[in-house]
């Protein structure tokens, strides 16, 4: 196998945007893994945030963190769920960050006098990140995903770098897959081939010209659409890839190995590897495809319109009612209607309640209830980060009769069971000063959590400012809580759980963050059991 140079594939888009560029890049990624290869896949941002951390979820959706605490793009969730490798800081920049650098260093006066311009000082800034991975000497090939389209004005630093870059690198070691819109016009009739036509032109002006286009579609695309894209983008036929929509975003890859997507790659990129190993994939994706049975689950939260906010939440979902043979059916309710009605309406038919993590007073009560009523009728029960901290308040309240019981966050209380972290109380600046990235949590031998973990030490992702106050331990543990994870090096507690109930567990991490297509989290598997289980007494 030649692994002398680092090989490096560009990922761009156009037309629109949510075409699928992650996907995409995962998929690439997936196969290329599947034959042995070393890959990781990195993201660049175009917007002049540093990071996603202070963005509304509304807005930019799920913020993803990963083991070193980086707080990042949700496509970096995609690349570690499909290729079941962790990413790391290297793999998100941000315009914001490249001219925070450029910027300091002129502060600094590293440029020695020089007039600090977009090209070349923040051209060679990115192009020194589309490089960093490589010079770990870990990977074969590094796949690199330009947010934004092509033709935006805040993406031309990093289609400019890139230029630079693959001319620089050499055609053998470098490939542009180009992802672009086929539609389909109803009242014509027709597949329209214009809108790639002019975004391949567009980038074309740019100095680039694509290797590959793969074009998304609503159906599958005929061997005549394929000759029309090729003749006027001077793309191969057989490098025009069709990928028309999939019932599952986890069978792009396999509809990416019927295309031949992975061959095309290791020719143009002169590399010779073994077939691809995708047994596992496909066991994996039929189980995705065939559930013997379906359960329904409510996930309480604040963003419940813009799902793209709960987005590792929705697929470790899909993990687990695979890893069941069950298809989980997501119905997302608004912690504000539950606050304004009452919890039965809303969750009443469900076999399975998940409050979902968040900041900030709105809803919270909402979800305090939601928690109540899930307690009290045994439904199985689901609390991450806000969702143990609601669980607990919810406890503190009509268990432990502290009737003022909340979070100092919410409102200040003599029973704010919930306070904020000891480290967090100085922090005056928002952005990535959270207890951010991967710790470790020891398991209490004899409890759920040991019993669905089945190790006595672990580690997980964390993103949160606030905590259960030590003063109130006692209060809630001679009620009947148990603390099953707690972090071994500040005694913060990770893990609670209730003993007389089918499966009441919450965690202060982010269990969904580690979830993976074919290695399901044990919290999510479990919960979903636990979810069968009640679901069939029903």
Known sequence: MARNKVKYIFITGGVISSLGKGIAASSIGLLL???GLRVTIQKFDPYLNVDPGTMNPYQHGEVYVTDDGAETDLDLGHYERFLDVN??????????QIYHEVITKERRGDYLGATVQVIPHITDEIKKRFEALAKTGQYDVIITEIGGTVGDIESLPFLEAMRQFMFSKGKSNTLCAHVTLVPYIKHAGEIKTKPTQHSVKTLLEIGVQPDMLICRSESPLTKEVKEKIALFTNVAVESVVDAHDASTIYEVPLQFADEEVDEIVLEKLDLTCPKPNLKEWKNFVSNVKNPKKEISIAVCGKYTEHQDAYKSISEAFVHAGAANR???KLSWIRAEDIEKDNAEKYLKDFSGLLVAP???ERGIEGKIAAIKYARENKIPFFGICLGLQCAVIE????ICGLT?????EFKQTEQNVIDLMLEQKKVTAYGGTMRLGSYPCTIIKGTKAHKTYKKDLINERHRHRYEVNDAFKNILAKNGMIFSGICPTNKLIEIIELPDHPWFVAGQFHPELKSRATNAHPLFRDFVKAAIE???KK
């Not at 990413?87 to 914001?96: L, V, Y």
């Not at 406890?395 to 009509?398: G, L, P, V, Y």
């Not at 003022?404 to 100092?408: C, D, F, H």
């Open 33 to 35: 893994k599947s034959r």
């Open 404 to 408: 003022k019981a909340n979070s100092t």
């Open 358 to 360: 968040g900041f900030g």
């Open 87 to 96: 990413m790391t800081k290297d793999n998100n920049a941000t315009t914001g």
């Open 534 to 536: 009640f679901d069939s």
């Open 326 to 328: 069950v298809k989980v």
């Open 395 to 398: 406890f503190a309240r009509n």
